[in-house]
């Protein structure tokens, strides 16, 4: 998708509190890359897109449009001096694939998941321990308990709720095969397995990095939105059993929602726990 003066460009994108700012963490170990938390740019796609289709816009020819998204994608990051490659992180990225695809036919997009029920419990966890610092994410009335916190993150133009409604489309549209979807859970497992196979399936040079030194921090951009945390990685890629702290109901409620545990319906690829076959299609 770039210009021969600027870095190849790939994608982050899937749900949040599901691996992406450690993903990207992980990324940057790797001197011929950079990658980062959510970036404007897909506003600024999106934007460029919804304008040139606003009234008025009719003169433009489907090439000129082309061109246009293709120039901010390949000069957004020309300055990322000494870089063979850049991870750009958006959760909605997944709503503008037939887009992507379009501009370039072999894009690939690296979504992190997690079951559901444990992102409503992760954020929940964030909330209660800056419990002097009413966040951001919610209105006043959506603070008032955790069952108005969920169905406020669940809506579908809300933090969990859009990601995942843009996730399962692309999940199941005419372009999944470009996805690759990875489950947090096996990425903190197996975390060499798991970088071994997204280098296979972006077509990149592997890289042996240290899962013990891992740190990564947010503090400004956390702090705008009143969470602390929100993007903070520990030094050491593990996985810890742990019991949640939402109610029971709840938790059974969103832990249905996990969709990509069925992936006949889908050619997306899959990196998941004990899913040899699947894992094999991102080999």
Same mark, same amino acid.
């Given at each position: 998708?770039?210009?021969?003066?600027?870095?190849?460009?790939?994608?982050?994108?899937?749900?949040?509190?599901?691996?992406?700012?450690?993903?990207?963490?992980? =990324?940057?170990?790797?001197?011929?890359?950079?990658?980062?938390?959510?970036?404007?740019?897909?506003?600024?796609?999106?934007?460029?897109?919804?304008?040139?289709?606003?009234?008025?816009?009719?003169?433009?020819?489907?090439?000129?449009?082309?061109?246009?998204?293709?120039?901010?994608?390949?000069?957004?990051?020309?300055?990322?001096?000494?870089?063979?490659?850049?991870?750009?992180?958006?959760?909605?990225?997944?709503?503008?694939?037939?887009?992507?695809?379009?501009?370039?036919?072999?894009?690939?997009?690296?979504?992190?998941?997690?079951?559901?029920?444990?992102?409503?419990?992760?954020? #929940?966890?964030?909330?209660?321990?800056?419990?002097?610092?009413?966040?951001?994410?919610?209105?006043?009335?959506?603070?008032?308990?955790?069952?108005?916190?969920?169905?406020?993150?669940?809506?579908?133009?809300? =933090?969990?709720?859009?990601?995942?409604?843009?996730?399962?489309?692309?999940?199941?549209?005419?372009?999944?095969?470009?996805? =690759?979807?990875?489950?947090?859970?096996?990425?903190?497992?197996?975390?060499?397995?798991?970088?071994?196979?997204?280098?296979?399936?972006?077509? #990149?040079?592997?890289?042996?990095?240290?899962?013990?030194?891992?740190?990564?921090?947010e503090p400004d951009y956390d702090l705008r939105l009143a969470t602390p945390g929100l993007h903070r990685v520990g030094r050491r890629v593990r996985f810890t059993e742990?019991?949640?702290?939402?109610?029971?109901?709840?938790?059974?409620?969103?832990?249905?929602?996990?969709?990509?545990?069925?992936?006949?319906?889908?050619?997306?690829?899959? =990196?998941?726990?004990?899913?040899?076959?699947?894992?094999?299609?991102?080999?």
């Open positions: 998708m770039a210009a021969t003066s600027s870095p190849r460009l790939h994608f982050i994108s899937g749900l949040p509190r599901s691996g992406s700012t450690l993903l990207a963490a992980l =990324l940057r170990q790797n001197p011929r890359f950079q990658a980062g938390i959510t970036s404007p740019l897909c506003a600024l796609f999106a934007g460029l897109l919804n304008g040139m289709a606003a009234e008025g816009a009719g003169g433009i020819s489907e090439a000129q449009r082309a061109r246009v998204l293709r120039g901010l994608l390949d000069s957004y990051y020309a300055d990322a001096e000494g870089k063979d490659a850049v991870f750009d992180t958006n959760r909605m990225w997944t709503a503008r694939l037939p887009a992507l695809v379009a501009l370039d036919p072999n894009v690939k997009l690296v979504c992190m998941v997690r079951n559901v029920a444990w992102i409503m419990d992760s954020i #929940e966890r964030l909330v209660r321990a800056n419990a002097l610092l009413p966040s951001r994410l919610f209105g006043e009335a959506e603070r008032a308990n955790v069952y108005a916190r969920v169905d406020a993150l669940a809506a579908r133009d809300r =933090l969990v709720g859009a990601a995942w409604s843009a996730l399962k489309e692309a999940f199941y549209g005419g372009d999944a095969e470009h996805l =690759l979807i990875v489950e947090y859970d096996y990425l903190a497992r197996a975390p060499a397995r798991v970088m071994a196979l997204i280098y296979r399936f972006l077509g #990149e040079e592997g890289f042996a990095h240290d899962f013990d030194n891992v740190e990564f921090d742990r019991p949640t702290i939402l109610p029971p109901d709840i938790f059974a409620r969103f832990a249905e929602m996990s969709f990509w545990t069925d992936p006949a319906p889908s050619r997306a690829n899959l =990196l998941a726990p004990r899913r040899g076959k699947a894992e094999a299609s991102a080999a």
